[in-house]
């Protein structure tokens, strides 16, 4: 089992343009949780989703952030027309079951918006 | 509103000294804390869990309700204990981890 895949690893965009996130959970887990890590803070909650599902998306920006998990594929987190506050380390944990609590943390993208 | 704090940015011993990271939270119910550890170039990963009642390379965590504190702990710190240490916790019937700021935690040889 490879663990949790993120991609890319670092992402570098303009300001105004889109960031798209790719999380490949473990395999048999059907849970992905999204956090944010800025500079010198921990990390935050933003999303978590289940199969086609948003869950719980109390730690999602009003604007511009959206995710999803589709039935086939990544989860993806989609950052539109980014601005400089939008410069994070983004991690994604996956579960097998909402019961379980241990989350298992991907490598995280480093996006930097210039 | 759910918080936890690590009071210490920066800890730093020598290898064979007792050690203990500390963890305060504010949660008016009754949380699951954990503690994630962070290596150099790896990636964020469960140290244990208060449930558990466990130890884990040596570490241990009491979960002291009164205090509303989870230090971890270890008796005698080894180089390879150098790493990140995150406390976390997650509110009754929810999901999701709230995260301290981390301490940096440095064994000297």
């Known amino acids: 089992n490879a663990g949790v895949m993120q991609n890319p690893r670092h992402l570098v965009r303009r300001r105004g343009q889109e960031a798209r996130l790719r999380c490949s959970p473990m395999?048999?887990?059907?849970?992905v949780y999204w956090y944010r890590q800025l500079p010198e803070e921990g990390l935050k909650f933003m999303v978590y989703?289940?199969?086609?599902?948003?869950?719980?998306e109390s730690g999602m920006p009003k604007e511009r952030f959206s995710a999803e998990f589709p039935k086939e594929g990544p989860s993806i987190l989609r950052i539109q027309q980014v601005v400089r506050g939008d410069s994070a380390a983004y991690f994604c944990?996956?579960?097998?079951?909402?019961?379980?609590?241990?989350?298992?943390f991907g490598p995280g993208t480093r996006l930097t918006v210039l | 509103a759910q918080r936890v704090t690590q009071p210490e940015k920066l800890l730093s011993v020598f290898k064979g000294a007792p050690v203990e990271l500390k963890c305060n939270y504010s949660y008016s119910g009754s949380p699951e804390l954990f503690w994630y550890v962070q290596y150099s170039r790896q990636r964020l990963q469960l140290l244990l869990r208060h449930i558990s009642r466990e130890s884990i390379k040596g570490f241990t965590a009491d979960l002291n309700k009164g205090e509303t504190s989870f230090h971890l702990k270890k008796p005698f710190a080894q180089e390879e204990d150098s790493a990140m240490y995150y406390c976390?916790?997650?509110?009754?019937?929810?999901?999701?981890?709230?995260f301290g700021k981390g301490t940096k935690l440095t064994v000297n040889p």
């Open positions: 395999k048999g887990h059907s849970h």
């Open positions: 989703l289940q199969k086609e599902n948003i869950i719980d």
């Open positions: 944990a996956s579960s097998p079951s909402s019961r379980s609590n241990e989350q298992f």
């Open positions: 976390a916790l997650t509110q009754g019937g929810s999901e999701k981890l709230v």
